[in-house]
């Protein structure tokens, strides 16, 4: 994890801020984060204690963007056999959303 952050936030400067599950909350992640990146932010969004259904802050956001990729045929099972050729798929899932968010008429 702590590779795979420190070359996204490489290639992205501009975030400054992570929002992780409890399963990043360990000490090896957290110092490994640290080294690799100084700059970043990390918030643990905790489930709730209780059983039941509560939303969680941003992580609606990550769920309801899945839920509009999924919309896509090609993005609903994973058919990709190449990595590249699924991101491909998944770029042109987000380009056909994009557009039809900006080609919306306003009423």
Same mark, same amino acid.
């Given at each position: 994890?702590?590779?795979?952050?420190?070359?996204?936030?490489?290639?992205?400067?501009?975030?400054?801020?992570?929002?992780?599950?409890?399963?990043?909350?360990?000490?090896?992640?957290?110092?490994?984060?640290? %080294? %690799?990146?100084?700059?970043?932010?990390?918030?643990?969004?905790? @489930?709730?204690?209780?059983?039941?259904? &509560?939303?969680?802050?941003?992580?609606?956001? &990550?769920?309801? %963007?899945?839920?509009?990729?999924?919309?896509?045929? @090609?993005?609903?099972?994973?058919?990709?056999?190449?990595?590249? @050729?699924?991101?491909?798929?998944?770029?042109?899932?987000?380009?056909?959303?994009?557009?039809?968010?900006?080609?919306?008429?306003? %009423?």
């Amino acid at each position: 994890g702590v590779l795979l952050m420190g070359s996204l936030f490489g290639l992205y400067p501009f975030l400054l801020k992570l929002y992780a599950d409890g399963g990043y909350q360990g000490a090896n992640f957290q110092a490994g984060l640290r %080294t %690799t990146c100084r700059q970043i932010n990390l918030e643990i969004v905790k @489930r709730s204690e209780l059983h039941k259904f &509560v939303v969680l802050p941003k992580r609606w956001i &990550v769920e309801r %963007t899945i839920a509009w990729l999924n919309r896509c045929r @090609r993005l609903a099972k994973d058919w990709e056999c190449l990595n590249r @050729r699924a991101l491909a798929f998944l770029r042109w899932a987000s380009v056909r959303r994009m557009l039809r968010r900006l080609c919306q008429k306003t %009423t």
